[in-house]
Nanobody
Framework: QVQLVESGGGLVQPGGSLRLSCAAS????????MGWYRQAPGKQRELVAT???????SYVDSVKGRFTISRDNAKNTVYLQINSLKPEDTAVYYC?????????WGQGTQVTVSS
């Protein structure tokens, strides 16, 4: 079974940037579309960015122009570059296959945006 390990979160001021990473163990990573999800306190988990196996990307409107998803299939890793952070971006960020999830969820990485 593939395991997902997210990292790169932290406490940043509004307007700051972070780069999140998600490393997948096991095989099969490169054949699936991947996505970054986030769950804010008291809210449902939402899919915010996806990248297809061929590399095309999509984003929810609230993050367009600020988030960039990328992947390195040789390293079994997917990334999320987050710029111009806003307080409403505060959440635990997770990766998984997308648009449907196939793997168990990892522990996520906390992103907190606060001055």
């Amino acid at each position: 079974q593939v395991q997902l390990v997210e990292s790169g979160g932290g406490l940043v001021q509004p307007g700051g940037s972070l780069r999140l990473s998600c490393a997948a163990s096991g095989s099969g990573f490169s054949i699936y579309g991947m996505g970054w999800y986030r769950q804010a306190p008291g809210k449902q988990r939402e899919l915010v960015a996806t990248i297809a196996r061929a590399g095309s990307t999509s984003y929810v409107d609230s993050v367009k122009g600020r988030f960039t998803i990328s992947r390195d299939n040789a390293k079994n890793t997917v990334y999320l570059q987050i710029n111009s952070l806003k307080p409403e971006d505060t959440a635990v960020y997770y990766c998984n296959t997308a648009p449907s999830t196939r793997y168990y969820w990892g522990q996520g990485t906390q992103v907190t945006v606060s001055s």
